[in-house]
Nanobody, 125 residues
Framework: QVQLVESGGGLVQAGGSLRLSCAAS????????MGWFRQAPGKEREFVAAISWGAGSLSRYAESVKGRFTISRDNAKNTVSLQMNSLKSEDTAVYYCAADAYGTGATRKSMYEYWGQGTQVTVSS
């Protein structure tokens, strides 16, 4: 069992930055691949970024955020972070952290077993 709690969301102007954090409690955090997804009003939840288990040697990004967002993990602190730079109005959404027991850092929602409750990110233009 893994519990996930996101933080760091808020209101920011276009072009600005935010750093989201996800704190995990439970066992063997380092064994899980971790991902960030987002859901805008009226839209499906979509993949944003993911990082593989352990040292996180593999990371993946949605095309829409590549070069602007960076995912990282700190296994000593049981946290995964998402640094978001050059934010755009279309990045406005609720952002969710998720844990993937397969450890790969998958892009598909169905691969993730545990989810946080989400944190709102609003980018004003």
């Amino acid at each position: 069992q893994v519990q996930l709690v996101e933080s760091g969301g808020g209101l920011v102007q276009a072009g600005g930055s935010l750093r989201l954090s996800c704190a995990a409690s439970g066992r063997a955090f380092s064994n899980y691949g971790m991902g960030w997804f987002r859901q805008a009003p009226g839209k499906e939840r979509e993949f944003v970024a993911a990082i593989s288990w352990g040292a996180g040697s593999l990371s993946r990004y949605a095309e829409s955020v590549k070069g602007r967002f960076t995912i990282s993990r700190d296994n000593a602190k049981n946290t995964v972070s998402l640094q978001m730079n050059s934010l755009k109005s279309e990045d406005t959404a609720v952002y969710y952290c998720a844990a993937d027991a397969y450890g790969t850092g998958a892009t598909r929602k169905s691969m993730y077993e545990y989810w946080g409750q989400g944190t709102q990110v609003t980018v004003s233009s």
